[in-house]
């Protein structure tokens, strides 16, 4: 069983001053719907759960709270209190004689909507065996609670109210038993960890860490998390929604409608969404999740970097993740510079370095010496699975010296077979028909849209 803990028993201080005369979460978003009905509709997963609110017992009584939030789950329990709490984290503790045991659990704000598939973030937490992961979005905002990471994504140290790095987290926190949060807030709490006089929920995951165990991050964008927790937050959800750039049914939301660029070469990265024609797909790269680690390329082919980065992307964002290898092999180098193509003249090299290597090389070959070959390979990744490999290669041959000025890489140097120009002279869609990215992206989208085919 998944219990879901929605800690409520604030007092709406950041309300106090404004109009709304019922408590936060029943401040009406649009008429008929109330703002902790969208927290539920986002937190609401196809397994077994049940919804824990902790609820001032003021509110439950004057406001009929307990009945509309029976209304509105399929199966839950109310706690109430009559003491204002020390913050999030001491009301999620009053649902202790619910989630002290070893089910999972989710700690959920009240005034955060998330535009995410709860099922699939579970099933991403559940696949990297994490004891707890916490939802991540890039930010400044000195308000909100940080997340420091690995290379790898997963958890160093959190800090309340404090910027200590480019993750602020979204408000969903998860464990993996109700015990090990019931242990670790209450030490938290016995320490004094406080921030502005309270005791938030993301830092219990220090001492988790402190134990040995594992939190793993969870990246969104940022328009996906939808803070309600103050007035003028408020407002702009409301403006969104009149707007209507704010669809708040899942259907059709969600990383399933997202595909991840595995790459953050600029360049490539324009050339594959402008191949792609994304299909329906909102196409990101890299760029849209700063601070994402590098990735090593450390096989000895273009398939095992792709692979790699594939991989390492899909389990870093959970999305639908595409991700390639490419380079030039040249015949008479033996195939060189091959999966060194990025980095042949040297670490920190550019384009031009590389070309000017490559014609130092060749400068004595003519005619068939001169052969060379562009190979490409896309590694798709559905969040850690493996769904496909997609190639695509263009022969041709080494001009004598760098010409054109579209393009990037080898373009200037490389002129395809059956060709006078190299693919730094040729048009975009007359280098995109002949391209090794091109074909390999070709394959790489019949493979996505039978992908989507299966699992939308």
Not at 45 to 58: D, G, L, S, W, Y
Request: hydrophobic share 40%; aromatic share 8%; with cysteine.
């Amino acid at each position: 069983m998944l219990n879901i803990v929605i800690p409520m028993a604030g007092l709406g201080s950041r309300y106090a001053e404004s109009h709304h005369r019922a408590p936060k979460p029943l401040i009406e978003i649009r008429p008929g719907k109330r703002m902790i009905e969208y927290v539920i509709d986002y937190l609401t997963p196809a397994e077994p759960h049940r919804f824990i609110f902790v609820c001032q017992k003021e509110h439950v009584e004057t406001f009929s709270l307990g009945r509309f939030l029976r209304s509105r789950t399929r199966r839950c329990r109310i706690v109430t209190t009559e003491r204002v709490t020390a913050g999030p984290a001491s009301s999620a503790l009053l649902a202790r004689p619910f989630m002290d045991n070893d089910d999972e659990l989710l700690v959920a704000y009240c005034d955060d909507y998330l535009r995410l598939d709860i099922d699939r973030y579970l099933d991403a937490t559940r696949r990297r065996g994490a004891d707890g992961s916490v939802v991540i979005y890039p930010s400044r905002n000195p308000g909100c609670s940080y997340v420091e990471l690995d290379e790898a994504g997963w958890v160093l140290r959190a800090a309340e109210k404090k910027v200590i790095s480019p993750f602020a987290t979204a408000g969903l926190y998860y464990f993996r038993h109700g015990r090990d949060f019931i242990r670790a807030a209450r030490r938290m709490i016995r320490r004094g960890k406080r921030a502005r006089n309270e005791f938030f929920v993301c830092p219990v995951y220090n001492e988790l860490i402190a134990e040995g165990r594992t939190i793993l991050s969870y990246p969104i964008l940022p328009e996906r998390n939808l803070g309600m927790g103050t007035p003028s937050e408020l407002a702009r959800f409301r403006r969104l929604y009149r707007a209507q750039r704010l669809r708040l049914s899942l259907a059709g939301e969600g990383r399933a409608n997202e595909l991840l660029l595995g790459t953050k070469n600029h360049d490539k990265g324009k050339e594959l969404a402008r191949l792609l024609d994304n299909g329906g797909l909102r196409v990101l790269t890299l760029a849209d999740f700063p601070g994402s680690p590098d990735v090593r390329e450390t096989g000895r082919t273009f398939e095992a970097n792709a692979r790699l980065k594939a991989r390492a992307f899909g389990r870093r964002t959970g999305a639908l993740t595409l991700a390639d290898d490419s380079g030039l092999m040249v015949d008479a180098l033996n195939g060189r510079p091959g999966v060194h193509s990025a980095r042949f003249a040297g670490p920190g090299c550019t384009y031009a370095d590389n070309n000017r290597k490559l014609l130092k090389l060749l400068a004595k070959k003519t005619g068939g010496a001169r052969s060379a070959r562009f190979v490409c390979v896309m590694a798709l990744y559905d969040g850690a699975r493996s769904v496909g490999i997609a190639r695509g290669e263009c022969r041709g041959r080494i001009a004598v010296s760098a010409r054109g000025e579209r393009g990037f890489g080898y373009d200037p140097v490389f002129i395809p077979a059956g060709s006078k120009k190299t693919f730094a002279e040729m048009s975009r869609a007359a280098k995109n028909a002949l391209s090794h990215r091109g074909r390999a992206l070709r394959a790489a989208k019949r493979l996505i849209l039978n992908y989507l085919r299966k699992n939308r």
